[in-house]
């Protein structure tokens, strides 16, 4: 009996120690979780979203909390001099830091997407001048902007991204094999077809034709010297050339033609329903492209993202929407509800190991929800 008692109790303290050992375990997992959790916390992410027209840029921490945006002037390489767009990037990263009350060393990652950049030789570039200016090794990720759009719209999984802002461009991405489609985005002198810029160019020259006595009247004439406040087509030229952005200027008119073309104005109707076909045409050919480079899988329900001002407005989303090409592809149309410059943080944030949970997905989204308010 006294045998069994002892027995009993060297089983019971063989549990309690047991026990103990098991509450420091778990008690040293969750101070690593907290620990990391806090390191996570400390660390800073920079995104940078460059288009034709404007530049965006955010910060936030590694848990996906946002902390900063700032904005700022075109950053495109290809339509800006190198020195404004050094300057405008430097300024919005200095800005988002000091706003979010962070130090440079915080930082753990930056990745942009510039419109222009995603060419090898632009890319080293950018990271040349960027690493010159930081004074801590910072890793340094340049990617279209097209890219980290379609981040935005997907959090980084596949889909199709088709952006029409000042220029076009669309592009593709199948996580399975980590590849990447492009299909136009050649700038507005050997592309951007279905663009703000295509639609204002060919708006301004249908005024001036009409002026001519070439062309057909249309309302596209008094909306422009209405909104430029010009007394006749002849000051036209000089308006357009004295821009200092002059294809974010001409592609300002687009939304006078989209707005003509509602009320009917033949000339609007034909440019605008033109550029709708046009972008329809960009995003078939990416789908095609994925489709030849993953023949065993079906693609139907893969999102496209829609992005850019002309998508903004319903009624051209609508015309989009029934062009053949998207009607008949099974793909998902959706507007992208979150600012790309979203992507590029997030793309950052990939870029470091970190996973986009739904707790990181419902933070940035609410960053952007508190931001519409």
């Excluded at 916390?41 to 965006?56: M, P, S, V, W």
């Excluded at 104005?265 to 709708?276: F, H, L, N, R």
Aim: aromatic content about 6%; glycine content about 10%.
């Amino acid at each position: 009996m006294q045998e069994q008692e002892q027995l009993q109790g060297q089983e019971q303290v063989q549990e309690q120690m047991q026990g103990r050992q098991k509450c420091r375990v778990q008690e040293d997992a969750l101070g690593l979780v907290r620990g990391q959790q806090r390191a996570l916390h400390l660390q800073r992410f920079i995104g940078i979203d460059g288009g034709g027209t404007k530049t965006a840029c955010i910060i936030g921490d590694g848990c996906g909390n946002v902390l900063a945006v700032c904005y700022g002037e075109s950053s495109n390489m290809n339509s800006q001099p190198w020195a404004e767009v050094k300057h405008v990037l430097w300024t919005l990263i200095r800005r988002v830091l000091e706003v979010s009350d962070s130090e440079e060393s915080q930082i753990a990652g930056v990745f942009l997407g510039l419109a222009g950049a995603d060419r090898a030789e632009n890319k080293q570039q950018f990271i040349a001048f960027l690493r010159e200016q930081f004074t801590a090794d910072i890793s340094v990720t340049i990617q279209n902007d097209a890219i980290t759009a379609l981040a935005a719209g997907t959090w980084g999984e596949g889909g199709i991204v088709l952006i029409s802002g000042t220029g076009s461009i669309a592009y593709g991405y199948l996580p399975e094999t980590d590849t990447y489609v492009r299909v136009g985005g050649w700038g507005y002198l050997l592309g951007d077809e279905g663009s703000g810029f295509a639609i204002g160019q060919k708006a301004l020259t249908a005024v001036m034709k009409q002026h001519d006595g070439r062309g057909e009247r249309t309302a596209l004439t008094e909306l422009v010297l209405k909104e430029w406040s010009l007394p006749d087509p002849n000051r036209i030229i000089t308006h357009v050339y004295s821009q200092p952005n002059v294809r974010s200027a001409v592609a300002g008119i687009s939304k006078l033609a989209v707005a003509a073309a509602k009320a009917g104005d033949p000339t609007a109707a034909s440019i605008v329903s033109d550029a709708a076909e046009q972008l329809a045409e960009l995003a078939a050919a990416v789908n095609s492209k994925l489709a030849k480079l993953q023949p065993d899988a079906s693609l139907s329900g893969m999102p496209l993202m829609l992005s850019g001002g002309l998508f903004s407005d319903d009624w051209f989303m609508e015309l989009f929407r029934e062009r053949k090409e998207i009607r008949n592809s099974g793909l998902t149309i959706r507007r992208l509800t979150i600012p790309p410059v979203a992507g590029c943080y997030v793309l950052a944030l990939k870029q470091a190991g970190i996973t986009i949970t739904d707790t990181v997905k419902q933070r940035i989204a609410a960053w952007e929800t508190r931001r519409e308010a």
